[in-house]
């Protein structure tokens, strides 16, 4: 099995910054694609950015310029730089990878269990 841990939220200001760590671990071969999402009371879960392999990024568009994703393939880890945050911005981000425990195996997801983050004055 693949275990996702994922630690950094909490409750910020306006404007302030958080940084979100997952760390992967268990039996995994080789991870492709890592990624945060997140969900807010009320909305369908939706992809805040995620990261190849080889580095290549992808965030959608309310985060763009103020989010940073970033992953060290040495510790299994998958981060998330969040700055100049917004109330609505407020959500449990949850960290996703898409991996393989086996050499030729099949490439499955995985989930953590979610971080709450809340940007309130």
């Known amino acids: 099995q693949v275990q996702l841990v994922e630690s950094g939220g909490g409750l910020v200001q306006p404007g302030g910054s958080l940084r979100l760590s997952c760390a992967a671990s268990?039996?995994?071969?080789?991870?492709?694609?890592m990624g945060w999402y997140r969900q807010a009371p009320g909305k369908q879960r939706e992809l805040v950015a995620d990261?190849?392999?080889?580095?290549?990024?992808n965030s959608v568009d309310s985060v763009k310029g103020r989010f940073t994703i970033s992953r060290d393939n040495a510790k299994n880890t998958v981060y998330l730089q969040m700055n100049r945050l917004k109330p609505e911005d407020t959500a449990v981000y949850y960290c996703?990878?898409?991996?393989?425990?086996?050499?030729?195996?099949?490439?499955?997801?995985?989930w953590g269990q979610g971080t709450q983050v809340t940007v309130s004055s």
């Open positions: 996703s990878v898409r991996a393989t425990q086996i050499r030729g195996g099949p490439i499955s997801g995985y």
């Open positions: 268990g039996s995994i071969f080789s991870i492709y694609s």
């Open positions: 990261i190849g392999s080889g580095g290549s990024t």
